[in-house]
C-alpha cells in the first residue's frame, strides 16, 4: 500500500520567512498529487494539485509545490510567509488507477508563523 | 464552498451507546468517504462509497459500519462507541476521478465519555 511522509511535524517561523514543507510518497506508479491546508476550527481545503504536465504547479495564497518523480517528493513552498499562514498542511496521493478517486494522507505538518 | 453538511457538528456521548453521523451533499458527487482526524495521525479513511448502495472499507474500519441509500446522503454508525472513537470526523465528497481533490464538510466533533 502507498504511504505519505511529512518530514517536519511542527514548523515555526517568522513573517516573511520562506517555507518549504516536504512530503514523499512511496509508490512506483503513475500519481495525482495534492496539498491541503486546514485553518484552525476549519475544515481541509485544496491548496494545489498536480496531475500532469508542468511538474511546478501553483496554488492559491502564493503557494507553489514542485513533483521530482525520482525523489518521489512534492514539496510546498512558499517565499514569504504571513501570520494568516498559520495552519495544519497535509500532502495526498491518489494513484492514478486507483477507483473512487481514494486519497492517501500524509500525517500533517502545523505551521506556526509568528507576526 | 461546496455544499457539504455533516450533522450533528459536535456531541457527547457514553460509552457503549449507538451513534450515527449523516453527511448531506448537493453537488450530486458520485463518491462519498468517511475520515477520521487524530492528532499525529493525519487524515484516515474509515469507509467509502462509490454509488447508492456501494460502500467499501477504508483502513480504520472496525467499529464502523456506513450505509447510503441516496446519493446525498451518507451515514457512519458507531454500532456501540468506545472512548478510542473520541475524534473529528469528516466526510468528503468527489468525482471519483484520480484527478480530482476531495471537498471536505465542516467536521464533527465525537467525545465518547
Known amino acids: 500500500a502507498q504511504s505519505v511522509s511529512q518530514h517536519n511535524h511542527h514548523v515555526i517561523l517568522s513573517e516573511a520567512a520562506s517555507l518549504e514543507l516536504g512530503c514523499n510518497y512511496s509508490?512506483?506508479?503513475?500519481?495525482?498529487l495534492f496539498w491541503y491546508v486546514q485553518y484552525p476550527g476549519q475544515h481541509l481545503q485544496l491548496l494545489l494539485k498536480?496531475?500532469?504536465?508542468?511538474?511546478l504547479v501553483k496554488g492559491i495564497k502564493g503557494f507553489e509545490a514542485e513533483f521530482i518523480k525520482s525523489k518521489f517528493s512534492f514539496n510546498l513552498r512558499k517565499p514569504s510567509v504571513q501570520w494568516s499562514d498559520t495552519a495544519e498542511y497535509f500532502c495526498a496521493v491518489n494513484l492514478y488507477n486507483t477507483n473512487a478517486g481514494k486519497s492517501t494522507f500524509g500525517d500533517g505538518t502545523t505551521l506556526t508563523v509568528k507576526p | 464552498d461546496a455544499g457539504i453538511t455533516q450533522s450533528p457538528r459536535h456531541k457527547v456521548t457514553e460509552t457503549g451507546t449507538p451513534v450515527t453521523l449523516r453527511c448531506h451533499q448537493t453537488?450530486?458527487?458520485?463518491?462519498m468517504y468517511w475520515y477520521r482526524q487524530d492528532p499525529g495521525h493525519g487524515l484516515r479513511l474509515i469507509h467509502y462509497?462509490?454509488?447508492?448502495?456501494?460502500?467499501d472499507k477504508g483502513e480504520v474500519s472496525d467499529g464502523y459500519s456506513v450505509s447510503r441509500s441516496k446519493t446525498e446522503d451518507f451515514l457512519l454508525t458507531l454500532e456501540s462507541a468506545t472512548s478510542s472513537q473520541t475524534s473529528v470526523y469528516f466526510c468528503a465528497i468527489s468525482p471519483g476521478q484520480a484527478s480530482y481533490e476531495q471537498y471536505f464538510g465542516p467536521g464533527t466533533r465525537l467525545t465518547v465519555t
Open positions: 498536480y496531475f500532469s504536465g508542468d511538474p
Open positions: 462509497s462509490y454509488g447508492v448502495k456501494d460502500t
Open positions: 453537488e450530486n458527487h458520485r463518491y
Open positions: 509508490y512506483g506508479g503513475t500519481v495525482n
